[in-house]
């Protein structure tokens, strides 16, 4: 399992759709290997430059008739 883990957080972070600077991908990767503080840490921080999280994402509202 320990051997998948920096390939692991690239794909999460596409899957997401975001992208984290070099530095903070590793705090996620080290994140995934063991504490959950790493990740917390690095997807905390607001400077994601034109990265849209996918927390402000809503779902077209349903038509009411």
């Known amino acids: 399992m320990n051997s998948q883990v ?8 596409e899957l997401a759709g975001l992208h984290l600077p070099a530095e903070r991908e590793a705090f996620l990767a080290a994140g995934l290997g ?3 503080r790493p990740i917390a840490e690095a997807l905390a921080r607001q400077d994601y430059g ?9 779902p077209p509202a349903s038509e009411s008739r």
């Not at 920096?6 to 972070?13: G, I, K, M, S, Y």
């Open 6 to 13: 920096p390939t692991a957080a690239p794909v999460l972070l």
């Open 34 to 36: 063991g504490s959950t």
């Open 50 to 58: 034109d990265t849209e999280p996918a927390a402000r994402f809503r």
